[in-house]
């Protein structure tokens, strides 16, 4: 079956400390892959994504994400969190064929 | 650019109860979604739409059912509500490429009593 983990439900950081919110997936094929964010109330907004070429994405906020494929994972970060950035993280997957698989999403808290 | 707009914010159902949730897209997007949000389960998908009066089935479709007649707009439909559909809904449009992130609406708040 395809699925997508987080295994982290919730990730506590020192502001100014770097952060990593982990993701890992068991998807056949060469998926695209995506990190999304939550705030309070709010629907998810796109963070970065991951398609083909350079392991290390880029993407908005300072985020940036790491493609292993022989590990299968796609671990979010950053170097130096703020306050602002405690939020919902949810990684997501696409296999293809219109099937995009969330994770369970890890809650950041970015302690002043 | 309002993007994907969900309306309402908030309702509160009887079971037994019918109601239609309405999603509005502006960015021409082809593709459309409807997910529910629940506690520890992220997002998961009930129906989606590859374009104007096309539907499809998701991983909980049951109890649901979706129109797309116009391409801006994708509705849900629950035609008798149970308190097992509580939840969170939300919208998503995309365009016609999978490489490309799902845009998303700020949610509808349903509770079913």
């Known amino acids: 079956a395809q699925s997508v983990a987080q295994p982290e439900d919730q990730v506590n950081v020192a502001e100014g400390n770097p952060l990593t919110v982990k993701c890992t997936y068991s998807v056949s094929g060469n998926p695209y892959l995506f990190w999304y964010v939550q705030y309070p109330n709010r629907g998810l907004q796109f963070l970065l994504k991951y398609i083909t070429g350079d392991n290390l994405v880029k993407g908005s906020y300072g985020f940036e994400a790491e493609f292993n494929k022989s590990q299968t994972s796609f671990h979010l970060k950053k170097p130096s969190a703020l306050v602002s950035d405690s939020a919902l993280y949810f990684c997501?997957?696409?296999?293809?064929?219109?099937?995009?698989?969330f994770g369970t999403g890890t809650r950041l808290t970015v302690i002043p | 650019n309002a993007g994907v707009t969900q309306t309402p914010k908030f309702r509160v159902l009887k079971t037994g109860q019918s109601m239609t949730l309405l999603c509005a897209q502006d960015?021409?997007?082809?593709?459309m979604y409807w997910y529910r949000q629940d506690p520890g389960m992220g997002l998961r998908l009930i129906h989606y739409?590859?374009?104007?009066?096309?539907?499809a089935k998701g991983e909980v479709p049951d109890g649901y059912n979706v129109s797309r007649l116009k391409k801006q707009n994708f509705l849900l439909g629950l035609e008798s509500a149970a308190p097992s559909q509580t939840s969170v809904y939300f919208c998503a449009s995309r365009e016609d490429r999978s490489d490309q992130p799902q845009h998303f609406g700020d949610g509808t708040r349903l509770s079913i009593l």
């Open positions: 739409s590859v374009g104007e009066g096309t539907t």
């Open positions: 960015m021409n997007h082809e593709y």
């Open positions: 997501a997957v696409e296999p293809g064929a219109n099937n995009l698989f």
